[in-house]
């Protein structure tokens, strides 16, 4: 690095963070050349390939970005040693899941592959280098990245050693799936946090290419760590706390959005994140609260660790709450029933399933014996047999019966899948859903013919003359 001018970055990480967050960077900083590194090898060859359509992540406008800059000043590769020694910058932008064994497990975040990270580094890396926490991290993470690095120093020899010297800085992501280009063109703020003001404004003025100034917060480095498992936090239990709402108006007779606009028209509570659903999904709102209930248990603050786990908690069971209602309502049993699914992503506009309510509600389903019938605009039907543990027949096929619960079928045409369905049920906001044809629908249904809105999609006035049952969540209604 020289003149405090970064020229070279590397990310380590090319997933749903690591390659949009970079080729954003890259658009708007032609002179720097961005590395995104990765160990998976497949990762890296989708980020290449020639058909934009292939990219490993789907979000609207990233392939457009993409095609202008890669092979420019943006490049996908497995050569992470080599990419780390370049560079003056690296980005850590690894998975941060919820540890499955060990101290913690079920709770804390494994930082495993942050640590291999900071190893790596600490072997690679030339000269001075600023390494950012771009994953969400535990409150203190820092600490571990900067002892790893700073013993790494002492061990060099001692000729190197004078070359070798780093800065640790956290600067989380805020992204939502959906509209990661957006969010990263237009961040409602980015947060850097640091001891070393010089590393700080070198970092500052990357995003100030595109950012105004009065966005770029900064914080010391626990702050910043802290903010982002609070932002989180505070977004996942609006969730929770509009779904127990529902909940409570499907058994009095009002009506969740009625609520919801009614509270949201206050300032001080704000009308975002209040639509009611099938529970919240994705890879972070979990993780990120248990991780801040482990932390609060560890740092000896129970109630607090309590708190935040309700949240959770709450999700958890409002989900169970959807696919038993669906039970109760097709008279107690699914045996054979036909059921078709709108939706698996864990919300529109995304490829990603992870931790999608559709998940657990499919998977109740098809224990009741449903035969469960699956649309997704862009999930592929590989993943699907992944999170089901489930696999993929013709609808034709002779396993299609009620005593096997674990085939599914995939709906090419949504219209043809509605013949003799006895259910539909809607469980991701695609945009294409809210134009379906009800009435269409409607003639190609076994009677009872039933709709389930978990998402809110559905203009009721256009089932006024069907003879369609119809429940929507927390519509009290309806009953
Ligand atoms: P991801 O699983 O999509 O991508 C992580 C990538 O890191 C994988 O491709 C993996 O192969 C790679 N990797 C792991 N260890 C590596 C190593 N040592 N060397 C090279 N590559 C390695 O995860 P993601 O969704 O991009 O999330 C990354 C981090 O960002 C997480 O901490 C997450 O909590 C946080 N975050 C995610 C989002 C989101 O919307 N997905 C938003 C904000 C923050
Ligand atoms: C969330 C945060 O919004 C981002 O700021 C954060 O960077 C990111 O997590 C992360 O750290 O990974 P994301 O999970 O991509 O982003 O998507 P959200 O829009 O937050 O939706 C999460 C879940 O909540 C989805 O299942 C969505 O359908 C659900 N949701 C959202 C509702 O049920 N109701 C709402 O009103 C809003």
């Known amino acids: 690095m020289s003149n405090n001018e970064i020229k070279n970055i590397c990310c380590i990480g090319a997933g749903y963070v690591g390659g949009p967050t970079m080729a954003v960077i890259a658009k708007y900083c032609p002179e720097i050349q961005i590395n995104v590194v990765d160990t998976n090898k497949e990762r890296i060859s989708a980020w290449n390939h020639k058909e934009l359509s292939n990219l490993p992540v789907y979000e609207p406008g ?24 370049e560079a003056d910058m690296i980005f850590i932008s690894v998975n941060t899941p919820t540890k499955t064994k060990g101290i913690g497990a079920g709770e804390a975040s494994d930082l495993k592959w942050v640590e291999l990270c900071a190893r790596q580094v600490s072997h690679y890396s030339k000269g001075h280098t600023i390494v950012v926490e771009k994953s969400t991290l535990p409150v203190r993470t820092a600490e571990v990245i900067k002892n790893i690095l700073d013993n790494s120093v002492s061990q ?4 190197e050693r004078i070359a070798k010297t780093f800065d640790v800085l956290s600067n989380p992501e805020f992204l939502s799936e959906g509209t990661a280009i957006r969010d990263l063109e237009s961040p409602d703020r980015v947060l850097i946090g640091g001891d070393n ?78 639509d009611s ?35 959770v908690e709450l999700n958890n069971w409002h989900q169970k709450r959807i696919s038993k209602l669906i039970v109760n309502k097709l008279f107690g049993t699914l045996s054979g029933k036909k059921i078709i699914i709108l939706g698996f992503a864990f919300k529109a506009n ?34 699907i047999c992944i999170d089901l543990n489930a696999n993929l027949i013709d609808e034709n096929d002779q396993r299609v019966n009620s005593e096997n619960n674990n085939v599914w079928i995939e709906v090419k045409d949504i219209y043809h899948s509605f013949i003799d369905a006895d259910a539909i049920v809607l469980l991701t906001n695609w945009e294409e859903y809210s134009s379906i044809n009800w009435e269409l629908a409607s003639t190609k249904m076994r009677r009872p013919g039933w709709i389930f809105d978990a998402r809110s999609i559905v203009n009721q006035e256009d089932l006024a003359n069907l003879d369609l049952n119809f429940w929507r969540v927390g519509d009290g209604s309806l009953n």
């Not at 990603?352 to 469960?372: H, N, V, Y």
Request: net charge positive.
């Open 156 to 159: 060099t020899k001692k000729d």
């Open 277 to 311: 659903s099938p529970g919240f999904g994705g890879s972070c709102f979990k993780k990120d609260i248990l991780n801040l209930v482990y932390l609060a248990k560890y740092f000896g603050l129970p109630q607090v660790a309590d708190f935040w786990q309700g949240v």
């Open 62 to 85: 990233l392939a457009q970005i993409i095609s202008t800059i890669r092979g420019k000043n943006l490049h996908f590769s497995c050569e992470i040693q080599k990419h780390i020694s």
């Open 350 to 383: 995304t490829n990603d399933t992870r931790e999608s309510a559709a998940i657990q509600i499919c998977k109740d389903l098809m224990q009741e014996g449903a035969i469960l019938h699956i649309h997704d605009p862009k999930v592929q039907s590989s993943q």
């Open 197 to 274: 003001k010089k590393a700080i404004n070198i970092l500052s003025k990357i995003y100030l290419s595109w950012v105004p100034k009065h966005k770029v917060l900064h914080t010391n480095i626990w702050s910043s760590e802290l903010a982002k498992l609070t932002a989180n936090a505070f977004l996942a239990q609006r969730i929770s706390a509009i779904n127990s709402i529902a909940a409570l108006c499907e058994t009095t007779g009002a009506d969740v959005r009625e609520v919801a606009r009614a509270i949201g028209s206050d300032t001080r509570i704000g009308e975002k994140f209040l």
